[in-house]
């Protein structure tokens, strides 16, 4: 109930503007964000690469309505490539394809997302098209494969939550795909995902099974101890090395498991979400972090 009202919330106007105006609640995010700049970005990256981590490089925003901010963001995820290479970082970046253009036109946002991919190839780089709800699934799915049939520079992401991901894992790994498993961020209906927590982890570590036995480098992406136990011992089981998948987490949330992997000689990539268009992804955030929301509500309340 909880984790739905702030998903809810997360659409609201005044209430994004409450909370991106009020200089708690942007302490608060600094948390889970790493600031409004680039430059605070690529030196949140450069701290998880001295800390023996990799990094993914996320330029906020979703939803464009117009074809010029879809360009500026293309451009500023251009500018990231570029950044990335010249401080000799150990980082790639990951996209939402809303945020170039999806609800506009289909043909429109893949041109993006191909420039964005031929300057990924030309820096020997990584973009990771991110997935957003249901709604978007399929066109999404669609779209990277079209895209990955010409670049091998590119990925999409898989959640555990939906139906249909089984499918969607096999469907991509015949192109090849690299894969990024997650549980899911996002409300959804029973009528396209596990409304119970048992069935999204049972799914979770199904797929996990099938992309880490599958000969490709995926990316597990969890915080819960439970699924990166069952991801550790599938890969002793069979034989899989620690430098063929790699555990994802994301900035801010349980740093001490971060380095914990990291020392037990696992690969970690730490998501590091920046840009001024954070209200959405803060609100995801304390959707899956209840404890932070009384302290939200109470200054709300006060103001």
């Not at 091998?152 to 089984?166: D, F, K, M, N, W």
């Not at 959804?188 to 599958?214: C, G, H, I, T």
């Not at 690969?267 to 959405?280: E, K, L, N, S, T």
């Amino acid at each position: 109930m909880l984790r739905s009202t702030l998903l809810k919330l997360s659409e609201s106007k005044s209430f994004a503007n409450w909370v991106t105006s009020n200089g708690i609640t942007r302490r608060m995010a600094r948390r889970f964000v790493a600031g409004e700049t680039l430059d605070e970005a690529i030196a949140a990256a450069r701290e998880c690469n001295n800390a023996g981590m990799l990094a993914s490089l996320d330029y906020l925003g979703e939803n464009v309505a117009t074809t010029s901010d879809a360009q500026h963001s293309r451009d500023a995820y251009l500018e990231i490539f570029e950044r990335i290479a010249q401080g000799g970082l150990q980082a790639n970046v990951s996209g939402k394809l809303t945020q170039l253009g999806l609800d506009i036109n289909n043909e429109f946002c893949e041109g993006l997302v191909l420039s964005i991919v031929e300057r990924a190839a030309g820096f020997d780089n990584f973009l990771r098209i991110d997935m957003e709800g249901s709604l978007y699934t399929q066109r999404t799915i669609e779209l990277a494969k079209r895209v990955r049939a010409r670049s091998p520079a590119v990925g999409t992401v898989i959640q555990s939550y939906l139906y249909r991901s089984e499918t969607d894992v096999t469907d991509l790994l015949a192109y090849g795909c690299r894969i990024r498993l997650c549980k899911g961020a996002y409300k959804e209906s029973e009528e396209v995902a596990f409304p119970l927590k048992a069935d999204v982890d049972a799914n979770f570590v199904r797929l996990m099974q099938l992309l880490l036995s599958s000969g490709f480098y995926h990316g597990i992406a969890t915080h819960d101890p439970r699924m990166i136990a069952a991801t550790i011992r599938h890969a002793a089981a069979k034989q899989i090395s620690k430098d063929d998948f790699e555990f994802q987490m994301l900035y801010g949330v349980r740093t001490d498991l971060q380095r914990r992997l990291v020392k037990d000689g696992y690969r970690v990539r730490i998501y590091i979400p920046y840009g001024r268009d954070w209200f959405p992804y803060f609100m995801r955030r304390l959707a899956e972090r209840p404890a932070n929301v009384g302290f939200l509500v109470r200054n709300f309340l006060r103001s």
